[in-house]
């Protein structure tokens, strides 16, 4: 089961809005087959696996990192593919939440007399399939948000200067937790002072995310990085209702999907953006906005994971937060969150955080 995570780990961010899984047969104690969920979403990893073992998956079991479909679509269901192809055991390590299956995957090979056994690392896998879950469960995808700054919590100085906080190890990290997102969110103050590219570089081809801009007024460039390679990475604006027409027509004439969004007392309503976002297929959303949009989602309560490395360095009082004003007067008001993971790169540090109340490991 630890090998069919870590295959399906390999397209994380890569097959919206299907879950990446992963898939191994072993027959006398020997792998006859593996695969994992390709590019978009097809082929499912049982069906690369069982034609990567052929005649060979008669016997065997089957280690599958999510209950396997049992609905007809695009493809025949993999419930039954792998009752057609003889396998005699299944092990898995998380139920499907999707209405459409749910347990029905698991009745089928029940059915036809094969042993199922389930909850095999399922914290593990649980946590690759988050977005999966939070799209079926909560109609929003699984939030990432990741903070770059120095030893004091600083996202830049007081000139607006933030290249680089992090080393170049840290960027590369940075550049594979893309790849590993369907979308990349900001907010209209960054692509303004940062002008963003915000696509994966130095990993090899991929499905690049969809790069995410929340702008009330609409007052972002056409000539920005973003305008540039609209046609290479798809750019969705989220903006307030009643913006400038001629706005709108110029971003949509370049190749934009603009979606207009209720605005409440902090700017543009990001349950809405979520619920959006959710419909369009993102099951996975990494955060890399200022303080302002770190600070509306964790006031939202809509952050799953944070993210943070901090760089060697001290910036001074006079520097730029990297999350903004809360207005949080007590202690006793400020959410709790629990150290899972640390790494280190060079001179900086790495860290990953879940909220208390949720049981995550990776």
Known sequence: M??????????????SPNPSVGCVLVKNDVIVGRGYTAPHGRP?????????????????TAYITLEPCSHEGQTPSCAHALVEAGIKRAVVAAIDPDKRVNGKGISILNAAGIEVKVGVLSEKASLDHAGFFSSQSSCRPWITLKLAASLDGKIATRTADSKWITGSSARHFVHNMRRKHDAIMVGSGTVISDDPSLNVRDLGTCIQPCRIVLSSDLEISIK????????????WIFHSNGVCEELRSKWLQLGAKLFECEVDDFGISLKGVMQKLSDQGITRLLCEGGGKLAASLIRSELVDEIVTFHGGL??????VPSIGELGINALIDA????????????TEVLNIWHPTDKYIKN
């Open 224 to 235: 920005s990085n973003l305008a540039k390679t609209i046609h290479e990475q798809p750019v």
């Open 314 to 319: 001290i910036v001074g009082a006079d520097g």
């Open 335 to 346: 959410k709790r969150w629990r150290l899972d993971q640390t790494l280190s790169f060079d």
């Open 44 to 60: 499912h990893a049982e069906t690369q696996a069982l034609k990567q073992a052929g005649s060979a998956a008669n016997g065997a």
């Open 2 to 15: 630890a090998l069919a995570i870590s295959l399906g780990r390999r397209n994380l961010g890569q097959t």
